[in-house]
C-alpha cells in the first residue's frame, strides 16, 4: 500500500522560513516523478514544485528563487524547502507522485499525501 506522509507544516511569519517532508512508503521515490501542490481555501489545487525521475526541478512563478525541491533516496522522502514566505503563500500542502503525464497536471498524479498546513502571518 502506497502512502505518502507529509509533515513540518506550521505558523510563521511573513519572510521566514519552512521545510516540509514527504516521507514515501510502499513505492521508490527514485521511480517515480515526485511534485508538490498547494490549497488555499475556496481555490483549486494548484502546482507548486516537481521534480523528474532524472532530477529535473520545475516550478511555479510564484515560488521560484524561493523554493527548492529535492530528494534523498536513502531516506526514500521529498522536501520541500520554502524560504521568504509570503502571507498569500498559506494553503495545505500535499506531495504526489506519478509515473506518467506532465508535472504540472493535478490529474497526472497517482498518488497523494493527506497535506500539511501552512499559515504565514503578516
Known amino acids: 500500500q502506497v502512502q505518502l506522509v507529509e509533515s513540518g507544516g506550521g505558523l510563521v511569519q511573513a519572510g521566514g522560513s519552512l521545510r516540509l517532508s514527504c516521507a514515501a512508503s510502499?513505492?521508490?521515490?527514485?521511480?517515480?516523478?515526485m511534485g508538490w501542490f498547494r490549497q488555499a481555501p475556496g481555490k483549486e489545487r494548484e502546482f507548486i514544485a516537481a521534480?523528474?525521475?532524472?532530477?529535473?526541478?520545475y516550478y511555479a512563478d510564484s515560488v521560484k528563487g524561493r523554493f527548492t525541491i529535492s530528494r534523498d533516496n536513502a531516506k526514500n522522502t521529498v522536501y520541500l524547502q520554502m524560504n521568504t514566505l509570503k502571507p498569500e503563500d498559506t494553503a495545505v500542502y500535499y506531495c504526489?507522485?506519478?509515473?506518467?503525464?506532465?508535472?504540472?497536471?493535478?490529474?497526472?498524479?497517482?498518488?497523494w499525501g493527506q497535506g500539511t498546513q501552512v499559515t504565514v502571518s503578516s
Open positions: 521534480m523528474s525521475w532524472s532530477g529535473g526541478t
Open positions: 504526489a507522485a506519478r509515473q506518467h503525464g506532465r508535472y504540472w497536471n493535478v490529474d497526472d498524479y497517482d498518488y
Open positions: 510502499g513505492l521508490t521515490i527514485g521511480s517515480y516523478a
